[in-house]
């Protein structure tokens, strides 16, 4: 096994790729320690468990689908325009950042009740911006 130089950032990155994959419940620990040149045990110089990283895969998620839904709301014109704006974000997030996107919405189940609630808060924002434009753009017509 190559001993490689990881960061908390690597570890997190790889977590997202892994469960992208192969699904929470189908990664192990043995499995990421594999996928950065670790031994098992080194991963906890990094994290405190496997569940903390999947926290981080799906909170990074659902930050980057609100910070598109941010810019496309603060944009000027009208709703379509902003409508189209927040497609266009959906769609730029799921293709450049296809591993945390994927966690986000296929694995956020996986958390424990606390941790899930704040990810459903944070999808039902997310969500929230689109029916807001869907709205306002009935009132246009």
Known sequence: M???????????A???R???ARGYHGTSMRDLGRELGLHGSSLYSHVTSKEDLLVAVVERGAERFQASAEAA????????????????????VVL???DEAKT???????????????????RDRYEQSF??????GAREC
């Open 2 to 12: 190559v001993t490689a130089r990881n960061s908390r950032e690597d570890v997190i």
């Open 14 to 16: 790889a977590a997202g």
């Open 18 to 20: 892994l469960f992208a």
């Open 73 to 92: 709301l603060t944009s000027s014109g009208t709703s379509l325009e902003r409508l189209r704006s927040l497609i266009a974000g959906h769609i730029d």
């Open 96 to 98: 450049d950042h296809a």
């Open 104 to 122: 986000f919405l296929d694995e956020a189940g996986s958390l424990d009740p606390d941790r899930r609630a704040v990810i459903v808060r944070a």
């Open 131 to 136: 029916r807001d434009v869907l709205a306002e």
